[in-house]
C-alpha cells in the first residue's frame, strides 16, 4: 500500500497537485469517508455529489480506480470543503439582497391603464389582429396571475418552491443565481437550473433530493412563485408604441406583442422575427397559435430578445356564402383550400360550383371561376396572389318543384310537386269543399322559357278520369 501511494503521489506531483500531500490521496471508500471526516464534511452530501458526478461509493471498486477518478474526487472534496468554509461567497446574496430582487420581481410592468369601452374597440381589417386590438392576448405584470408552464425556461432571478410532504417536510423558496444555481441542504449543494425548463429543473432536483429527503410518488413538486423580468424590443410594422419594454420572463413574445396592439395594417401576422439574444432567430405564426395555444409557449423571452414585425406580403379576401367573411394572410404555399379552413368553411347556402376569383393581373382585371367541388376532388389546391378577391355566392332561395293551390279548398298552399303528380293528386291533398264549383278550373303555368301560360280545365273531369 505504501508502494501504490508513493506512486501516486509522484504522478499528482508531474501534473500540478504537488500541493498535496500524500495522505490526501485517497484509494479506497474507506479512506475517502476518512478524509471526508476530517475536513468536516457531511458524509451523504459528499456522497450525492460524487453521485451526480457517476461515482458510487457504495460499489467503487479500488483496484478499478482510473487516474481521472482520484483527481475528479479530489476536486469534489476540495470544492465542498471550500463552499463549507464560506458559505456566503460572492454568488450567494445576502438577506438585503434577496429582498431587493424580491421587490424588483413583484415590481409591476408601469404601463398606464386604459379601459376601452366598446365604441372604442379598434377595428381588425385583416383576422388575427382582433386578438391584439381587443385583448384577447394579453400580457401578465406579475407570474403569481398564472401557473407557469412546463416548459417556461428558468434563469438568473427566479424564485422557485421546493414541497415535499409525506414522511419529510419541506416547503422551502429558493432563487436562482447569477450562476445558475441554487443551494440546498442548508447551502451544502448546488444545483444547477439555469436553461433547463420548469419540467426538467422538477426532475433533476427530484433526482437529487431523493437522496437526501424521503419521499414517495406524487409527494414533491417544483413550482415558480415568481418570474425574474426581461428587457426586450419591439420593432417593424406595429401598430403603436414600438420600442423597448420590462415585463416578467412569464410572457410569451405573444404576449409580449399585445403592448403595441400587435402587428399593424400593413404587417405581417404569419411570419413575426424572434431574434434571440443567443443569435437563433425564430419564426411566429399567429395562425398557427390560434389552432395550437400550446405554440406559444414556444417562444419565451430573455434579455435582449428582439422582436421584428414585418411588411405582410399575400393577403386575399373572401366574402359571400362563408362562415367569416374578411381578409387573411396566407404563406406562400397556401391557397384556395387553406383560405377556406381559416374563414370557418362554407355556410349552408354556399354554391360552390362557382366560386368566382377577381384578380389584378399585367395590370388589367380579370375573373375566374371555380369549381371547388372538382377542385376538392382532385386533391390539388388553386394558388391564390396579393390582392385576390373570392366570392361565394349563394344558391338560389327561390324554391321550383312545388304546385300551389288558391280557392275553395280546405288547405291553401304550396305542395311538393311529387314524380309522376297528377291534378287529382294534389286536388285531393287540398281537400275540396262542398261548395266547390267543379265544372271549370284555372292553371297559371311557367314555362322553361319563361313565358306563363293559362289552361281552363274540367275538375269533375280530372277526378273521375285521374
Known amino acids: ?120 374597440l379598434i377595428p381588425a381589417t385583416i383576422f388575427g389582429q382582433e386578438l391584439f386590438r381587443q385583448g384577447s392576448i394579453n400580457y401578465f405584470e406579475e407570474s403569481d396571475e398564472i401557473n407557469a408552464p412546463a416548459s417556461y425556461i428558468l434563469g438568473a432571478g427566479d424564485e422557485l418552491v421546493v414541497s415535499i410532504w409525506g414522511r ?43 437522496r437526501i429527503y424521503s419521499f414517495g410518488p406524487g409527494e414533491f413538486d417544483l413550482s415558480l412563485k415568481y418570474s425574474r423580468t426581461v428587457r426586450i424590443s ?46 437563433e432567430l425564430l419564426t411566429m405564426d399567429l395562425y398557427a397559435l390560434l389552432s395550437d395555444p400550446s405554440r406559444q409557449y414556444d417562444f419565451f423571452l430573455e434579455d435582449n430578445d428582439v422582436i421584428l414585425v414585418p411588411v405582410s406580403e399575400n393577403i386575399v379576401s373572401i366574402e359571400g356564402a362563408v362562415k367569416r367573411p374578411m381578409k387573411y394572410e396566407l404563406l406562400e404555399n397556401e391557397g384556395l383550400k387553406s383560405l377556406i379552413e381559416y374563414c370557418g368553411g362554407f355556410s349552408e347556402l354556399a354554391y360552390k360550383k362557382k366560386v368566382q376569383l377577381t384578380r389584378f393581373e399585367d395590370e388589367k382585371q380579370k375573373i375566374i371561376d371555380i369549381d371547388f367541388n372538382a377542385l376538392a376532388r382532385s386533391g390539388d389546391d388553386f394558388t391564390l396572389q396579393h390582392g385576390d378577391r373570392i366570392v361565394v355566392p349563394e344558391i338560389e332561395s327561390e324554391y321550383r318543384n312545388y304546385i300551389e293551390v288558391r280557392g275553395e279548398v280546405f288547405s291553401e298552399g304550396q305542395y311538393e310537386r311529387e314524380p309522376a303528380m297528377k291534378l287529382s293528386d294534389v286536388v285531393r291533398k287540398a281537400g275540396i269543399k262542398s261548395s266547390t264549383s267543379t265544372e271549370l278550373i284555372y292553371i297559371t303555368r311557367t314555362n322553361e322559357n319563361g313565358l306563363t301560360e293559362v289552361l281552363k280545365l274540367n275538375l269533375e273531369t280530372a277526378l273521375s278520369n285521374p
Open 168 to 210: 419529510s417536510q419541506l416547503d422551502e423558496n429558493f432563487i436562482l443565481g447569477k450562476d445558475g444555481f441554487i443551494r440546498i441542504a442548508e447551502g451544502k449543494q448546488r444545483v444547477f437550473l439555469r436553461g433547463l425548463s420548469l419540467e426538467q429543473a422538477r426532475n433533476k432536483l427530484k433526482s437529487v433530493l431523493s
Open 1 to 120: 500500500m505504501y508502494k501504490l501511494y508513493f506512486i501516486l503521489f509522484i504522478l499528482f506531483s508531474f501534473v500540478g497537485f504537488s500541493n498535496l500531500s500524500a495522505q490526501q490521496i485517497f484509494v479506497t471508500p474507506e479512506e475517502i469517508i476518512e478524509e471526508m471526516n476530517r475536513r468536516g464534511l457531511n458524509e451523504e452530501d459528499v456522497k450525492a455529489e460524487l453521485l451526480i458526478h457517476g461515482i458510487d461509493l457504495n460499489t467503487l471498486d479500488p483496484a478499478q480506480m482510473s487516474y481521472e477518478q482520484i483527481q475528479k474526487i479530489e476536486q469534489i472534496i476540495l470544492n465542498m470543503e471550500s463552499e463549507v468554509n464560506s458559505r456566503k461567497s460572492e454568488n450567494q446574496a445576502s438577506p438585503e439582497q434577496v429582498q431587493e430582487l424580491k421587490d424588483t420581481i413583484k415590481k409591476p410592468v408601469v404601463i398606464p391603464e386604459k379601459v376601452i369601452s366598446e365604441d372604442e
Open 234 to 279: 419591439i420593432y417593424g410594422e406595429v401598430y403603436e408604441n414600438p420600442g423597448s419594454y420590462t415585463i416578467p420572463a412569464f410572457n410569451s413574445a405573444f404576449n409580449a406583442l399585445s403592448l403595441v396592439k400587435g402587428p399593424g395594417d400593413i404587417g405581417s401576422l404569419r411570419k413575426i422575427q424572434l431574434q434571440k439574444n443567443s443569435g
